[in-house]
């Protein structure tokens, strides 16, 4: 059993209002990961995963390549211990 761990993102740059939260969802739909993503007050979008590692990487890839790439300045990932919190993925307020 490969063990789940968790992806955190802060995604800045111009990340709101140009369908980033719903195009992550779409993306998500094809991994094996389970999360949510949601807009801040500071103008950053949060995204939480979890799952295996490289299921979490290709997910993290697969926003860039879905045409997210341009709206993003900057991505600070932070990995840490599943905690099992999440059915599914969704869009959070």
Do not use: H
């Amino acid at each position: 059993m490969m063990s789940r761990c968790r992806l955190q993102i802060y995604y800045s740059g111009r990340v709101q209002g140009v369908g980033f939260r719903y195009t992550a969802k779409q993306v998500a739909a094809g991994y094996e990961i389970a999360g949510t993503v949601r807009n801040l007050p500071d103008g950053r979008v949060e995204l939480v995963a979890e799952g295996v590692r490289d299921e979490l990487e290709a997910f993290q890839q697969g926003i860039r390549d879905a045409g997210l790439d341009g709206f993003i300045r900057q991505e600070e990932a932070r990995w840490g211990e599943a905690r099992s919190e999440f059915r599914g993925f969704e869009i959070v307020r």
